[in-house]
């Protein structure tokens, strides 16, 4: 029963529940998921990278190959069979997005094929997605929700597109400070800047708004990282938020589409072991010091110095990403595979995996519960029964 009101918003002539799932990938966030969260009534999002890791035949059509179009080709079978999926899940409600990361080399394609499969909303971060109107020419009714951290990058985006002739249909604000996996900031020491705090970054997308003529209703602004209680929620709806994103909260959910182990590194994290790091994308990311992370991190230095690419061997996805730490040998970023590091923990590898998490404790504690306990407890403040 619902012992509280909350704000309902919509997107693209479609009311919502003020509720986002992120996008978790390697295949953290597939069809399971974003469809369950889609059924309930709010946002389910499938992440794209990779998910033929979710199909047996798909990995034995990939096998060892090293021909980029041919596993390119493969992903794209895989993203388009998750989104059927999850949309028949869904049957008409909530609705189903798929995050793109621009800092991805085949974003474009990503795109195209999500919106071709029935996407209805692309969500893009991990770098201005200028281009993402040009990307999505001829599907009109797909929504196009950027992520971004602070005022600068809303207005750089708004006023781009603005020019095109296009507006986002909600943009997404996260903070660096409580998200996982990559953040939104450039280095580690940015993480805290109170220039990212939800209330003044809010303040500010409001003011302009306002300077560019647009009505505060037109586009949603929906605030991700930290909201880990029902409290918590509804002081960020309170703060002028159309509604509030949630990462490792469902992860761990009966229907994440991770291996069990996966969820039970994430609930059972204790404060101390979430780290912040450079990570291969150039980028500040979070996650469990597992095995693997911490015995990276101890001999990170001397990685840096002296890793190298051996372009033969890469059976993973080739330029995966755009720039690429260790690929490319920059001593800054991070010196690893993070294909294979992310694939080793969405399958459950405790010892290899990199399990990328939030930095707040989680709503139902270490408890794997399902999608629509979680969306209670958060919309009421009411606790399923915990054994």
Known sequence: ?????????????????PIVQGGMGVGVSAHRLAGAVAKAGAIGTIASIDL???????MEKAGKCRD?????AINLVALDREIR??????????????????????HAAYVRQACASGAEAIVMGAGLPLDLPELVQGYPDVALIPILSDVRGVAVVLKK??????????????????????????????????????????????????????ERERIPV????????????????????????????FAVTEEGDAHPNFKKVLAEARPEDIVTFMSVAGLPARAVKTPWLANYLRREHKLQACAKFDHERCTV??????????????????????????????????????????????????????????????????KPALA
């Open 222 to 249: 929906i605030v991700a990282g930290g909201a880990n209680t029902h409290e918590r929620f509804m002081e960020l709806l309170a703060l002028g938020a159309s509604a509030v994103q949630f990462g490792t909260p």
């Open 52 to 58: 033929r890791h979710h199909h047996p035949d798909l």
């Open 317 to 382: 996805g080739l330029h995966c990403l755009i720039q690429c730490g260790l690929r490319d040998g920059i001593a800054r970023a991070g010196q690893f595979c993070i294909d294979t590091q992310l694939v080793a923990a969405l399958k459950g590898d405790i010892g290899k995996g990199l399990f990328f998490r939030g930095s707040e404790s989680l709503p139902l504690g270490s408890a794997i519960r399902s999608v629509r306990e979680l969306i209670d407890y958060l919309l009421t403040g009411v």
């Open 1 to 17: 029963m619902r012992t509280t009101d909350y704000p309902e918003f919509s997107i693209k002539g479609k009311t919502l529940l």
């Open 85 to 106: 999926m999850a949309l028949e899940t869904a049957a008409g409600n909530g609705l189903v997005a798929v995050n793109v990361m621009k800092a991805v080399t085949e």
């Open 161 to 214: 597109w603005m020019r095109k002739g296009r507006m986002p249909d909600a943009i997404v604000i996260e903070h660096p400070r409580y998200a996982g996996g990559h953040l939104g900031a450039t280095r580690i020491e940015d993480v805290d800047d109170a220039r990212f705090d939800f209330a003044s970054v809010l303040q500010g997308i409001f003011d302009l708004f306002k300077e560019l003529g647009i």
């Open 68 to 72: 980029k179009e041919a596993l390119d």
